[in-house]
Nanobody, 125 residues
Framework: QVQLVESGGGLVQAGGSLRLSCAAS????????MGWFRRAPGKEREFVAA????????TYADSVKGRFTISRDNAKNTVYLQMNSLKPEDTAVYYC??????????????????WGQGTQVTVSS
């Protein structure tokens, strides 16, 4: 069964760091764009970051640019989200997702066709 499993979430103080991982299993994801999204309490799911299949192209939401870094290791079928200088407003459930067969990283939710179950990130002030 094809699936994505996130890990690495937790509770951290403002200004701290976390690294999320997304392990893909049951298929080969090295040729697909991968993305991270998040949903804060009472809010809609929002785009965070995306990376091309080669890792050579990335895009970020303005709210995380300069603080978060998305990367991937295709040999391990894993995508990462390094989160630094965390703020209370980063508190959310974070989801990784696999895009359809497209060329570049995309922010469009409908372009993603497989989602993980999410991992909770809580940033205390």
């Amino acid at each position: 069964q094809v699936q994505l499993v996130e890990s690495g979430g937790g509770l951290v103080q403002a200004g701290g760091s976390l690294r999320l991982s997304c392990a893909a299993s049951g298929g080969t994801f090295s040729r697909y764009v991968m993305g991270w999204f998040r949903r804060a309490p009472g809010k809609e799911r929002e785009f965070v970051a995306a990376i091309s299949w080669s890792g050579g192209s990335t895009t970020y939401a303005d709210s995380v640019k300069g603080r978060f870094t998305i990367s991937r290791d295709n040999a391990k079928n894993t995508v990462y989200l390094q989160m630094n200088s965390l703020k209370p407003e980063d508190t959310a459930v974070y989801y990784c997702a696999k895009a359809r067969a497209i060329v570049g990283p995309t922010r469009v939710t409908d372009e993603y066709d497989l989602w993980g179950q999410g991992t909770q990130v809580t940033v205390s002030s």
